[in-house]
């Protein structure tokens, strides 16, 4: 005997929620693994260079202003002295290895050659010795 009805076979339906599990997952990991460079917001005229190399910022920031304001990293100093302080504190690494340890500086180009000689004699009393000083490229 023969059945008068047939069975209907459920039309092939595409499940999106798998797919959209895995897109937002995805999302998720490159928010999470993208890094960010935080950079002070201080405005400084940087002097330029023909001959300027991109280098990675390194953990320590100087920054001179013309108005005389330090910077170590975002936090302001109020004198050298306390920029020393803040250096001989520095323990992320052992003494041995604060001479590869990259400090970058930046100096607005109308500090005194004195002032950026003076945080020199700073890093080279605490050991410090990679320094890059931070300019723009003029081409």
Known sequence: MRAGRHQRRPGAQVDLIPMIDIVFQLILFFLVSTT????PAITLKLPSS??????????ITITLETDGAIWYNSDPMASYSELNERLAAF????????RDYPVQ??????????????????????????????TKNSE
């Open 36 to 39: 960010f460079a935080m950079l």
């Open 50 to 59: 023909q001959t300027s190399e991109s280098v990675s910022i390194g953990q």
């Open 91 to 98: 323990d992320e690494v052992d003494y041995e290895n604060r």
């Open 105 to 134: 500086l930046e100096a607005d180009e109308l500090v005194t050659n004195g002032s950026i000689v003076q945080v020199f004699d700073i890093l080279r009393k605490n050991g410090f010795a990679a320094l890059n000083l931070r």
